[in-house]
């Protein structure tokens, strides 16, 4: 593995492809496939996703704002890990948020 640095503030956002409205992303590393390994993901106000999974472990760490999922209120400062394969959300943001997202194997 290479050293990595990213200034992500000279990155334009990116709608996600197959995303929903209200959220965006800067990629900040990627795997060798190309896929996307962390990320800052942007969520607009009124943000609104529905559940679903993935085949790898999710990390979440609320840099700004804050979104609720499952009953439960994400503000600055929290984090949650979701295992592979098991279903997360629905996910919304009131107020909007502005998370670092880490994806792993």
């Known amino acids: 593995m290479e050293d990595l640095f990213v200034r992500a503030s000279e990155q ?10 209200g959220m965006q992303r800067k ?3 990627k795997a060798a496939d190309g896929t ?18 993935h085949s790898h472990a999710e990390n979440h760490y609320v840099l700004e ?3 609720e999922t499952e009953g439960t209120e994400c503000p ?6 979701v295992p592979k394969h098991n279903e997360h959300g629905p996910f919304r ?6 998370l670092l997202i880490v994806w792993e194997d």
Not at 36 to 53: I, N, Q, R, T, Y
Not at 93 to 98: I, M, N
Request: hydrophobic share 35%.
């Open 12 to 21: 334009p956002w990116e709608q996600v492809s197959g995303g929903p409205q």
């Open 27 to 29: 990629v900040l590393r």
């Open 36 to 53: 996307p390994k962390v990320a800052l993901l942007k969520l607009e106000p009124g943000f609104e996703m529905d559940a679903h999974s």
């Open 65 to 67: 704002g804050m979104y």
């Open 76 to 81: 600055t400062g929290s984090y949650r890990m």
């Open 93 to 98: 943001s009131r107020t909007g948020a502005l």
